[in-house]
T-cell receptor
Framework: DTGVSQNPRHKITKRGQNVTFRCDPISEHNRLYWYRQTLGQGPEFLTYFQNEAQLEKSRLLSDRFSAERPKGSFSTLEIQRTEQGDSAMYLC?????????????FGSGTRLTVV | AQKITQTQPGMFVQEKEAVTLDCTYDTSDQSYGLFWYKQPSSGEMIFLIYQGSYDEQNATEGRYSLNFQKARKSANLVISASQLGDSAMYFCAMREGWAGGSYIPTFGRGTSLIVHP
C-alpha cells in the first residue's frame, strides 16, 4: 500500500476550461475527503464520501464543482468553467471510518493554477 | 466562530531547542479528537499526533507531545530537540464526535515554524 495518490500533481488551465482531478485512497479505507487549501490558509473541507455515497458537501462547493466516487474506490473532483479564484491546492484524504477513527491519510495534493 | 484557533502565524526556534505551538479549540461535543499535522513545502500533510477527548494522558509520539488542557480547550504541540527538518507549516485540527456529525476534521490556519542552525 503506497498511501493516498493524487493526480496530476500540478495543473495549469485557462479561465473557463474544465479540469478533473483524481484521488486513489488507501484500499481498505471507506471514507474519502476532499479539501481545498489556498495560500497561507489551512485546508477547508469540500466534500466527503462513505464508500460510493457522497454524504456531505460544504457550501464552498459551488454548482461548478462535482465529485464522484464510483464503486467506492477512486474519486474524481471536476471543476467546470474554472475561475481565477479556484487556484488552490486540492487535497484528498482517506480514513477507515467508524467511531474513534483518527487515521486520516492525506495525498500530496493537486496544485491548480487558473490563468 | 472559528473552531480551531492558531494565534502564532510564525515561530522561530534554535536547533536542538524545544518549541511550543499553540492551538485552542471550540466545541460543545463531549467526544472529539485533536490532531496535529505537518506540511513541508512539498505540500503533503503528514500526521504527527492524536489526542482523544477522553484520553487522560497527554499523547506523545517520539519528539512530539500534545499538551492537552481540556478545561482551557487547548491542545498545544511541543516539539523537543528541534531539527532543521522540522521547518514547515503546522496545522491543528479537530474532529467532533458522532453526535455532532460526520468525523470531518476542521483545520486551523497553521503556524509556520523555522528552525535556525
Amino acid at each position: 500500500d503506497t498511501g493516498v495518490s493524487q493526480n496530476p500533481r500540478h495543473k495549469i488551465t485557462k479561465r473557463g476550461q474544465n479540469v478533473t482531478f483524481r484521488c486513489d485512497p488507501i484500499s481498505e479505507h471507506n471514507r474519502l475527503y476532499w479539501y481545498r487549501q489556498t495560500l497561507g490558509q489551512g485546508p477547508e473541507f469540500l466534500t466527503y464520501f462513505q464508500n460510493e455515497a457522497q454524504l456531505e458537501k460544504s457550501r464552498l462547493l459551488s454548482d461548478r464543482f462535482s465529485a464522484e466516487r464510483p464503486k467506492g474506490s477512486f474519486s474524481t473532483l471536476e471543476i467546470q468553467r474554472t475561475e481565477q479564484g479556484d487556484s488552490a491546492m486540492y487535497l484528498c484524504a482517506s480514513s477507515r471510518g467508524g467511531q474513534g477513527d483518527y487515521g486520516y491519510t492525506f495525498g500530496s495534493g493537486t496544485r491548480l493554477t487558473v490563468v | 466562530a472559528q473552531k480551531i484557533t492558531q494565534t502564532q502565524p510564525g515561530m522561530f526556534v534554535q536547533e536542538k531547542e524545544a518549541v511550543t505551538l499553540d492551538c485552542t479549540y471550540d466545541t460543545s461535543d463531549q467526544s472529539y479528537g485533536l490532531f496535529w499535522y505537518k506540511q513541508p513545502s512539498s505540500g503533503e500533510m503528514i500526521f504527527l499526533i492524536y489526542q482523544g477527548s477522553y484520553d487522560e494522558q497527554n499523547a506523545t509520539e517520539g519528539r512530539y507531545s500534545l499538551n492537552f488542557q481540556k478545561a482551557r480547550k487547548s491542545a498545544n504541540l511541543v516539539i523537543s530537540a528541534s531539527q532543521l527538518g522540522d521547518s514547515a507549516m503546522y496545522f491543528c485540527a479537530m474532529r467532533e464526535g458522532w453526535a455532532g456529525g460526520s468525523y470531518i476534521p476542521t483545520f486551523g490556519r497553521g503556524t509556520s515554524l523555522i528552525v535556525h542552525p
